[in-house]
Protein backbone atom coordinates (compact mmCIF):
# COMPACT_ATOMS: atom_id res chain seq x y z
CA UNK A 1 0.00 0.00 0.00
CA UNK A 2 1.59 3.11 -1.08
CA UNK A 3 2.28 6.23 1.60
CA UNK A 4 2.56 8.77 -1.81
CA UNK A 5 0.36 11.78 -1.02
CA UNK A 6 -2.66 10.66 1.00
CA UNK A 7 -5.29 13.54 1.31
CA UNK A 8 -8.47 14.13 2.86
CA UNK A 9 -11.29 13.12 0.63
CA UNK A 10 -14.79 12.04 1.18
CA UNK A 11 -16.06 9.11 -1.09
CA UNK A 12 -20.00 8.69 -2.16
CA UNK A 13 -22.58 9.34 -4.43
CA UNK A 14 -24.29 12.47 -3.72
CA UNK A 15 -21.34 14.37 -2.78
CA UNK A 16 -18.31 13.23 -5.48
CA UNK A 17 -15.11 12.84 -5.01
CA UNK A 18 -13.17 15.77 -3.61
CA UNK A 19 -11.40 17.27 -1.15
CA UNK A 20 -13.48 17.71 1.76
CA UNK A 21 -13.48 19.73 5.17
CA UNK A 22 -14.44 18.97 8.75
CA UNK A 23 -17.45 21.20 9.51
CA UNK A 24 -16.63 23.84 11.83
CA UNK A 25 -18.95 23.60 14.67
CA UNK A 26 -18.26 19.59 15.28
CA UNK A 27 -14.51 20.51 15.55
CA UNK A 28 -15.33 23.33 18.14
CA UNK A 29 -17.09 20.98 20.40
CA UNK A 30 -13.83 18.50 20.47
CA UNK A 31 -11.35 21.17 21.69
CA UNK A 32 -7.93 22.53 20.51
CA UNK A 33 -5.70 20.17 18.99
CA UNK A 34 -1.71 20.03 18.38
CA UNK A 35 -1.84 18.58 15.22
CA UNK A 36 -3.84 17.52 11.93
CA UNK A 37 -1.63 15.15 10.19
CA UNK A 38 -3.53 14.71 7.17
CA UNK A 39 -5.18 17.96 5.46
CA UNK A 40 -4.32 20.45 2.63
CA UNK A 41 -2.89 23.83 2.14
CA UNK A 42 -5.65 25.02 0.77
CA UNK A 43 -8.02 24.64 4.09
CA UNK A 44 -10.42 26.87 4.44
CA UNK A 45 -9.53 27.17 8.77
CA UNK A 46 -7.31 25.57 10.88
CA UNK A 47 -8.42 22.50 12.76
CA UNK A 48 -5.08 22.27 14.84
CA UNK A 49 -2.46 24.15 15.85
CA UNK A 50 -0.17 22.56 13.29
CA UNK A 51 -0.63 20.89 9.93
CA UNK A 52 0.88 18.35 7.42
CA UNK A 53 -0.38 18.89 4.03
CA UNK A 54 -0.63 16.39 1.41
CA UNK A 55 3.00 17.38 -0.42
CA UNK A 56 4.47 16.98 3.71
CA UNK A 57 2.85 13.47 3.94
CA UNK A 58 1.61 13.35 7.52
CA UNK A 59 2.48 9.26 6.92
CA UNK A 60 5.98 10.14 7.10
CA UNK A 61 6.13 12.67 9.50
CA UNK A 62 6.73 12.50 13.36
CA UNK A 63 2.92 12.82 15.39
CA UNK A 64 3.14 14.95 18.28
CA UNK A 65 0.55 15.71 21.21
CA UNK A 66 -3.36 15.82 21.20
CA UNK A 67 -4.16 14.71 16.94
CA UNK A 68 -7.07 15.31 15.28
CA UNK A 69 -7.90 13.14 11.83
CA UNK A 70 -9.96 13.32 9.32
CA UNK A 71 -8.32 10.40 7.01
CA UNK A 72 -9.14 9.59 3.32
CA UNK A 73 -12.22 7.99 3.30
CA UNK A 74 -11.18 5.72 0.64
CA UNK A 75 -10.48 2.25 2.30
CA UNK A 76 -7.33 1.89 0.43
CA UNK A 77 -5.65 4.80 2.29
CA UNK A 78 -7.92 4.74 5.90
CA UNK A 79 -6.03 1.33 7.19
CA UNK A 80 -2.33 3.00 7.33
CA UNK A 81 -3.49 6.29 8.83
CA UNK A 82 -5.93 4.48 11.53
CA UNK A 83 -2.91 2.11 12.13
CA UNK A 84 -0.38 5.43 12.92
CA UNK A 85 -3.32 7.24 15.26
CA UNK A 86 -3.64 3.64 17.56
CA UNK A 87 0.05 3.77 17.76
CA UNK A 88 0.26 7.53 18.43
CA UNK A 89 -2.93 7.06 21.06
CA UNK A 90 -3.88 10.31 21.87
CA UNK A 91 -6.42 12.07 19.77
CA UNK A 92 -10.32 11.87 18.04
CA UNK A 93 -10.40 10.90 14.33
CA UNK A 94 -13.39 10.87 12.08
CA UNK A 95 -14.46 8.12 10.05
CA UNK A 96 -17.73 6.53 7.98
CA UNK A 97 -19.19 4.00 10.46
CA UNK A 98 -18.48 0.59 8.43
CA UNK A 99 -18.37 -1.60 11.42
CA UNK A 100 -18.20 -4.58 9.02
CA UNK A 101 -14.89 -4.28 7.66
CA UNK A 102 -11.67 -5.84 7.94
CA UNK A 103 -10.14 -2.36 9.00
CA UNK A 104 -13.05 -0.98 11.37
CA UNK A 105 -12.45 -4.19 13.62
CA UNK A 106 -8.40 -4.56 13.36
CA UNK A 107 -8.00 -0.77 13.96
CA UNK A 108 -10.78 0.57 15.47
CA UNK A 109 -12.57 -2.08 17.84
CA UNK A 110 -9.26 -3.13 19.23
CA UNK A 111 -7.24 -0.22 19.61
CA UNK A 112 -9.57 2.74 20.19
CA UNK A 113 -10.84 3.66 23.88
CA UNK A 114 -14.46 4.80 22.60
CA UNK A 115 -16.90 5.63 19.70
CA UNK A 116 -19.47 8.35 19.34
CA UNK A 117 -21.45 7.30 16.64
CA UNK A 118 -23.22 10.47 15.15
CA UNK A 119 -26.85 11.02 15.15
CA UNK A 120 -27.14 12.42 11.64
CA UNK A 121 -25.19 12.64 8.42
CA UNK A 122 -22.69 14.72 8.01
CA UNK A 123 -22.54 17.92 5.79
CA UNK A 124 -18.69 18.53 4.69
CA UNK A 125 -17.32 21.56 3.48
CA UNK A 126 -15.80 22.36 0.16
CA UNK A 127 -11.87 24.39 -0.08
CA UNK A 128 -14.06 27.98 0.32
CA UNK A 129 -15.73 27.50 3.31
CA UNK A 130 -19.04 26.53 1.74
CA UNK A 131 -21.25 23.58 3.01
CA UNK A 132 -22.17 20.69 0.79
CA UNK A 133 -25.64 20.77 -0.26
CA UNK A 134 -25.73 17.02 -0.03
CA UNK A 135 -25.31 14.97 3.32
CA UNK A 136 -21.88 12.69 2.73
CA UNK A 137 -24.04 9.58 1.69
CA UNK A 138 -22.72 7.36 5.00
CA UNK A 139 -23.21 7.66 8.46
CA UNK A 140 -20.05 8.63 10.72
CA UNK A 141 -18.69 7.82 14.23
CA UNK A 142 -16.00 9.91 16.22
CA UNK A 143 -13.41 7.43 17.52
CA UNK A 144 -11.56 8.68 20.81
CA UNK A 145 -7.60 7.37 21.29
CA UNK A 146 -6.66 7.23 25.04
CA UNK A 147 -8.57 8.11 28.30
CA UNK A 148 -8.77 11.64 27.88
CA UNK A 149 -10.42 11.87 24.47
CA UNK A 150 -12.96 9.01 25.66
CA UNK A 151 -14.22 11.59 28.08
CA UNK A 152 -14.44 14.60 25.64
CA UNK A 153 -16.10 12.78 23.19
CA UNK A 154 -18.74 11.87 25.91
CA UNK A 155 -19.00 15.17 27.43
CA UNK A 156 -18.87 17.21 23.91
CA UNK A 157 -22.72 17.51 23.44
CA UNK A 158 -22.67 16.16 20.22
CA UNK A 159 -26.03 14.13 19.27
CA UNK A 160 -25.45 10.83 18.96
CA UNK A 161 -24.71 7.06 21.21
CA UNK A 162 -21.15 7.05 22.68
CA UNK A 163 -20.08 3.41 23.58
CA UNK A 164 -16.49 2.37 25.84
CA UNK A 165 -14.34 0.20 24.42
CA UNK A 166 -11.41 -2.46 25.72
CA UNK A 167 -8.64 -3.17 24.14
CA UNK A 168 -9.82 -6.82 23.02
CA UNK A 169 -13.10 -4.50 21.06
CA UNK A 170 -15.38 -5.21 23.50
CA UNK A 171 -18.24 -2.97 23.68
CA UNK A 172 -18.79 -2.20 27.43
CA UNK A 173 -22.59 -1.50 27.60
CA UNK A 174 -25.52 -2.11 30.19
CA UNK A 175 -25.63 -0.37 33.40
CA UNK A 176 -25.17 -1.17 37.03
CA UNK A 177 -26.17 0.67 39.90
CA UNK A 178 -24.10 -1.55 42.10
CA UNK A 179 -20.55 -0.04 40.94
CA UNK A 180 -22.14 3.85 40.72
CA UNK A 181 -22.60 3.57 44.70
CA UNK A 182 -19.42 1.93 45.17
CA UNK A 183 -18.24 5.18 43.22
CA UNK A 184 -20.13 7.52 45.06
CA UNK A 185 -19.50 6.04 48.85
CA UNK A 186 -15.30 6.93 47.62
CA UNK A 187 -16.02 11.12 46.66
CA UNK A 188 -17.94 10.76 49.85
CA UNK A 189 -15.29 9.35 51.90
CA UNK A 190 -12.02 10.59 50.31
CA UNK A 191 -13.03 13.59 48.74
CA UNK A 192 -13.55 15.39 44.94
CA UNK A 193 -12.19 15.85 42.20
CA UNK A 194 -10.38 12.92 41.38
CA UNK A 195 -9.10 11.31 38.21
CA UNK A 196 -10.62 8.50 36.64
CA UNK A 197 -7.35 6.70 37.09
CA UNK A 198 -7.31 7.36 40.93
CA UNK A 199 -11.44 6.52 41.33
CA UNK A 200 -10.09 3.16 39.62
CA UNK A 201 -6.98 2.50 42.15
CA UNK A 202 -9.43 3.25 44.67
CA UNK A 203 -11.75 1.05 43.58
CA UNK A 204 -10.16 -1.64 43.80
CA UNK A 205 -8.66 -1.33 47.30
CA UNK A 206 -12.61 -1.00 48.09
CA UNK A 207 -14.05 -3.60 46.47
CA UNK A 208 -11.02 -5.98 44.89
CA UNK A 209 -13.52 -9.08 44.34
CA UNK A 210 -15.36 -7.16 41.98
CA UNK A 211 -12.63 -5.96 39.85
CA UNK A 212 -10.85 -9.25 39.40
CA UNK A 213 -14.38 -10.89 38.44
CA UNK A 214 -15.28 -8.37 35.76
CA UNK A 215 -12.36 -8.00 33.15
CA UNK A 216 -13.77 -4.56 31.93
CA UNK A 217 -13.73 -3.05 35.80
CA UNK A 218 -11.69 0.00 34.57
CA UNK A 219 -14.03 0.67 31.48
CA UNK A 220 -16.84 0.06 33.75
CA UNK A 221 -16.06 2.93 35.85
CA UNK A 222 -15.32 5.16 33.42
CA UNK A 223 -18.55 4.94 32.09
CA UNK A 224 -20.58 5.24 35.31
CA UNK A 225 -18.24 8.80 36.22
CA UNK A 226 -19.20 10.17 32.36
CA UNK A 227 -22.91 8.90 32.94
CA UNK A 228 -23.17 9.96 36.72
CA UNK A 229 -20.76 12.66 37.67
CA UNK A 230 -19.00 15.97 37.03
CA UNK A 231 -16.45 16.58 34.38
CA UNK A 232 -14.70 18.99 35.90
CA UNK A 233 -11.07 18.94 34.04
CA UNK A 234 -9.56 16.09 31.30
CA UNK A 235 -10.57 12.88 32.70
CA UNK A 236 -11.41 14.13 35.97
CA UNK A 237 -14.58 14.04 37.81
CA UNK A 238 -16.43 15.49 41.00
CA UNK A 239 -19.67 14.71 42.36
CA UNK A 240 -21.32 18.48 41.91
Same mark, same amino acid.
Given at each position: ????????????????????????????????????????????? =???????? /????? +? $?? #????? %???????????????????????????????????????????????????????????????????????????????????? =???????? /????? +? $?? #????? %?????????????????????????????????????????????????????????????????????
Amino acid at each position: MSHKNPIIHCHDNKVGTHVWYTPPDLLAKLGEFDLDPCTSSSRPW =DTAKNHYT /RAENG +L $LQ #RWFGR %VWLNPPFDRNQVEEWLRRMGDHNDGIALLFARTDTNTFHNEVFARADSLLFLNKRLHFYNSLGHRAKTNCGAPCVLIGYGETNS =DVLAQAGL /RGKHF +L $LN #RLGVV %VVGYDRTWREVIRSIFVNVGDPMSVARVFELVCQVVPAKVSANPHAREKVRQILQQNFKRVAPATYATS
